[in-house]
Antibody
């Protein structure tokens, strides 16, 4: 089970911070990812992190995004700096398999800039 | 950068077959995954690795991939299949990253 949390409203130019809490499964041996969806639009991959710390970012967002994993607290975090209205979206936490697909998703968290 | 092209909408009558396409340069050389998303809900994986179904997904959902087009086929369409469907690949041609198509809205008439 994946549960996203964070402030629903962020001011322009500030930093967006989201947390995904993992329950019912080990955080180890998985890739953890963030995918976002602006209102009325398609899905956009943001980043993923391996439990051991390896990260990968969407090239279009790389400069502003940081993803991390806290194995002790079973949490995956996302920070996005210098946000604008274009960053308004539902942000989903999802498990990303080594075969390159997303097999389990959280319910999503709406963030409005 | 690599792009996936999907038709914005497809309509089909109940009981008929829906074919949703995902176009991309030499997409046949990549593994394609499909997600179903109903309004207000998170996406659900319905096909992975071109044609495999996760447990719990009906056999009515099938996939194929060749050349520049991948296809999700839904047989004997039901009202409950009405949703947005998005394709996805791992793009490794240049800067490696995940790419989603823009999604197709399936309407059951």
């Amino acid at each position: 089970h994946l549960q996203e949390s964070g402030p629903g409203l962020v001011r322009p130019s500030e930093t967006l911070s989201l947390t995904c809490t993992v329950s019912g499964d080990s955080i180890s041996n998985y890739y953890w990812s963030w995918v976002r969806q602006p209102p009325g639009k398609g899905l956009e991959w943001v980043a993923y992190v391996y439990y051991a710390g390896t990260t990968k970012y969407n090239p279009s967002l790389k400069r502003r995004v940081a993803i991390s994993v806290d194995t002790f607290n079973h949490q995956v975090s996302l920070q996005m700096s210098s946000v604008t209205a274009a960053d308004t979206a539902v942000y989903y936490c999802a498990t990303y398999t080594s075969s390159s697909y997303f097999d389990n998703w959280g319910q999503g968290a709406l963030v409005t800039v | 950068s690599y792009m996936l092209t999907q038709a914005p909408s497809v309509s089909v009558a109940p009981g008929q077959t829906a074919r949703l396409t995902c176009g991309g340069n030499n997409i046949g050389g990549k593994s394609v995954h499909w997600y179903q998303q109903k309004p207000g809900q998170a996406p659900v994986l319905v096909v992975y690795d071109d044609s495999k179904r996760p447990s719990g997904i009906p056999e009515r959902f099938s996939g194929s991939n060749s050349g520049n087009t991948a296809t999700l086929t839904i047989s004997r369409v039901e009202a409950g299949d009405e949703a947005d469907y998005s394709c996805q690949v791992w793009q490794s041609d240049d800067d490696h990253h995940v790419v989603f198509g823009g999604g197709t809205k399936l309407t059951v008439l």
